[in-house]
């Protein structure tokens, strides 16, 4: 097997270079990994940065193909630009270039699988079910992708795209690791975000590994009844539980922790979840993020009403802690994570159907959306 770069460290490429009968010095393998991964470049160039048969040796026993890109979606109204990859056995992910207030930063939000098993009632990536977990290299590969195209410095990295991230913990900790080493991503790990529905033993691992990586866990209901009906897969663990996890988190990590609330109008924004969030969180320094629905079915979930959103806004602050109403951007065009994966394997579909009669646009309003993971 020829193991991808993109998902290797110094030591394992040394390793397997060594087990298929090539000793190369740790220097050589890390300044393969940066000329391939840091610096994105494809080939070696005449002046090569390692011996000839170390080059010789990495061309023939592994692999840096890209992934395939198979869209690209701007958003002009707020720079948001939505990429579809299809990995090598035909699934589709996402991930999206997000511009940061500073001119010229991007963030990458990353897919961690291809599709979802939480199955999220008000998101599009749950209605997809799961095909699989990602590879490390192909997590790390939308990364290398997106950065390559931007036109300035990707700094961070959220994996906030399809898929529970804690539920492939394994290998998401392990891309997150190529993308804060030197030799890989070169990003900050503080500016690596871990995005949960609140998978409580995988926070608690966490806890315990005390990952330098934020996180953010989506509540969305502080109510267990409520949070069994949206979430259905994450309330396998009572509310009160996950608070306990978040604690623990939170006191092996010190900081704040962000809960994201996805907001659905007339559901979850009345007093009885700030009571419960009181009740809950009392003490625990907490930042609230607030994400719009974005839900285009018809039956769908609806956003909260300004004046709805203002209220509840106010409540939420008599908790005494920062409350952010997060832009939930490129809705306009391309909405938010597992729409595009959505509409293309239903046009897909549709092409290799002789009957389908769907068109692109009659896909668009059926494809939904809005994330909360
Ligand atoms: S919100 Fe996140 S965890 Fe829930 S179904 Fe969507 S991708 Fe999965």
């Known amino acids: 097997m020829r193991p991808h770069l993109f998902g290797l460290l110094a030591d394992a490429l040394a390793a397997h270079l060594l ?11 890390r300044r393969v990994l940066a000329h391939v991964v840091a610096h994105g470049r494809a080939g070696f160039p005449a002046s090569r940065p390692v ?29 948001f630009v939505k990429y579809l990859f299809r990995l090598r056995d035909g ?39 799961l095909t699989r977990h990602l590879e490390p290299w ?26 529970e991230p804690l539920h492939n913990y394994a290998n998401v900790l392990h891309a997150a690791e190529v993308l ?16 949960t529905v609140g998978l409580v033993p995988a926070i608690l691992k966490l806890a315990d590994e005390c990952k330098p990586y934020r996180l953010i866990v989506s509540l969305t209901s502080a109510i267990d009844a409520r949070r069994r009906e949206l979430l259905p897969a994450a309330s396998a663990w009572p509310v009160d539980v996950l608070a306990d996890a978040i604690r623990a988190y939170q006191r092996a990590t010190g900081g704040r922790i962000t809960i994201a609330l996805v907001v659905l109008g ?5 007093s009885d979840e700030v009571a419960a969030l009181r009740r809950l969180f009392d003490g625990v320094p907490l930042r609230l993020n607030l994400i719009d629905v974005n839900d285009t079915r018809e039956d ?26 997060r832009y939930s951007g490129g809705a306009a065009r391309h909405a938010a994570c597992g729409m595009l994966a ?9 092409s290799s159907s002789a009957t389908a009669a769907l068109t692109s646009s009659s896909v668009a309003m059926d494809a939904t959306t809005a994330r909360g993971a």
Not at 19 to 29: K, M, S
Not at 94 to 110: D, K, N
């Open 300 to 325: 769908g979930y609806r956003r909260a009403t300004d004046a709805e959103l203002a209220r509840f806004r106010d409540e939420l602050r008599t908790l005494d802690v920062p409350v952010v109403r």
């Open 91 to 129: 699934a589709l992910v996402e991930a999206v270039r997000i511009p940061l207030e500073a001119p010229g930063r991007f963030t990458v939000c990353l897919s961690s699988q291809a599709g979802c098993a939480m199955g999220c009632t008000f998101c599009a990536t749950g209605r997809l079910g």
């Open 342 to 350: 959505a509409m293309r394997s239903a046009r897909d579909s549709a």
């Open 180 to 195: 804060a080493h030197p030799c890989g991503g070169r990003i900050s790990a503080k500016a690596i975000t871990i995005s």
């Open 51 to 79: 011996p000839r048969h170390v080059e010789e040796a990495v061309n023939r026993l592994t692999d840096r193909e890209p992934l395939e890109i198979v869209e690209r979606a701007l958003d002009p109204s707020d720079g």
């Open 19 to 29: 087990a298929n009968g090539v000793a190369v010095r740790d220097a050589e393998a």
């Open 138 to 163: 192909e997590i790390v590969a939308q990364f290398v992708a997106v950065r390559d195209e931007a036109p300035g410095a990707v700094t961070g990295a959220v994996f906030q795209g399809q898929g």
């Open 266 to 270: 007339g559901i979850n924004t009345g």
